[in-house]
Structures are given as structure tokens and as C-alpha cells.
């Protein structure tokens, strides 16, 4: 890891930051994914047996 002074603290903050706003729109992603998934399927079924 390359010295970064007094630097240290906001460049890690930065990218602690930034990791956890990544992983957080990853995991809101996926849910929202199954979610509309499971909707889909729920309008499937009822155009199915409308007939």
C-alpha cells in the first residue's frame, strides 16, 4: 500500500465510503430484481387464467 501521509485517514474514509455505497446498490439490485420477478410471474398467472 503506498504511504499516504496525512492523507490516510480521508483516502481510506473515501474508499470505505465508496465500498459500502457499491455493495448497498448491489444488494438493492438483487431485491428489487427478485421483486419484480415475482410480480411478473404474479401478472403471468393471472393473464393465464383470464383466459
Known sequence: MPELGKY???VLSAY???L???IGL???TLVRGRRV???LKEVEQ???SDG
Open 20 to 22: 459500502t455505497l457499491l
Open 26 to 28: 448491489v444488494v438493492w
Open 16 to 18: 470505505g465510503a465508496s
Open 37 to 39: 420477478q415475482s410480480q
Open 8 to 10: 490516510a485517514d480521508t
Open 46 to 48: 393471472r393473464r393465464r
